[in-house]
């Protein structure tokens, strides 16, 4: 698949066939956050695959019951959660060395793009999914104090597609030399 093709043709993905995905598919995908780059190649992420319902099911509840992905969260095959290890990416023999601190969430977010379009590039779908209480997931996931729950996602064949919300035109995000005066 062409790579612009994949960027502009992978949408968030909120209904999901039951059909299981093969182990090698699988792998395929985590292969893309496994490539993925960071912050002097830490790579801090890790991944929790639930693929048990009850785990699903338990993780759906740190939705608000309003979060469009609810339902995709125990209707998909599998739901990837996105860790990361705190205290490791943009820091330098233990203190932060940008006014950024833990640049955890840009490498697990570039890593999560890189799953939602190899996951594209394998005819899965995926959706995002931000917006739950990360306390709780982190609970029932026994995610240790070293560690976060950044994000989600649904992982499976998608039972219909998405359509594409509007993107900003280039001349209100692009600009040339400096940023624009008010
Ligand atoms: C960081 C992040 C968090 C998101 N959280 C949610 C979420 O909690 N629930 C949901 O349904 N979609 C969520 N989304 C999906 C966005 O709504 C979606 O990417 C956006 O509307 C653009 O649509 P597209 O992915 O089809 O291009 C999230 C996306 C990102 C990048």
């Given at each position: 698949m062409d790579l612009m093709e994949a960027i502009k043709g992978r949408r968030s993905i909120r209904k999901f066939k039951s059909d299981p995905i093969q182990e090698e598919v699988l792998q395929k995908v985590m292969e893309a956050v496994r490539w993925s780059p960071s912050w002097a190649n830490t790579q801090c992420w890790e991944v929790i695959v639930v693929k048990d319902p009850h785990g699903k099911s338990e993780l759906a509840k740190t939705l608000a019951k309003g979060n469009p992905a609810f339902s995709s969260m125990t209707e998909a095959p599998l739901v990837i959660v996105l860790c990361g290890k705190k205290g490791i990416s943009g820091f330098k023999k233990g203190e932060a060395?940008?006014?950024?601190?833990?640049?955890l969430m840009f490498d697990t977010g570039i890593a999560m793009q890189s799953l939602c379009l190899a996951a594209y590039g394998q005819g899965l779908g995926t959706v995002v999914v931000g917006l739950f209480d990360h306390k709780k997931a982190e609970e029932i996931l026994g995610v240790p104090q070293n560690a976060e729950v950044v994000a989600m996602t649904p992982l499976g064949y998608p039972a219909s597609e998405g359509t594409a919300p509007k993107r900003k035109e280039f001349s209100e995000f692009v600009f040339y030399e400096k940023y624009p005066e008010k």
């Amino acid at each position: 698949m062409d790579l612009m093709e994949a960027i502009k043709g992978r949408r968030s993905i909120r209904k999901f066939k039951s059909d299981p995905i093969q182990e090698e598919v699988l792998q395929k995908v985590m292969e893309a956050v496994r490539w993925s780059p960071s912050w002097a190649n830490t790579q801090c992420w890790e991944v929790i695959v639930v693929k048990d319902p009850h785990g699903k099911s338990e993780l759906a509840k740190t939705l608000a019951k309003g979060n469009p992905a609810f339902s995709s969260m125990t209707e998909a095959p599998l739901v990837i959660v996105l860790c990361g290890k705190k205290g490791i990416s943009g820091f330098k023999k233990g203190e932060a060395a940008t006014v950024k601190g833990d640049w955890l969430m840009f490498d697990t977010g570039i890593a999560m793009q890189s799953l939602c379009l190899a996951a594209y590039g394998q005819g899965l779908g995926t959706v995002v999914v931000g917006l739950f209480d990360h306390k709780k997931a982190e609970e029932i996931l026994g995610v240790p104090q070293n560690a976060e729950v950044v994000a989600m996602t649904p992982l499976g064949y998608p039972a219909s597609e998405g359509t594409a919300p509007k993107r900003k035109e280039f001349s209100e995000f692009v600009f040339y030399e400096k940023y624009p005066e008010k």
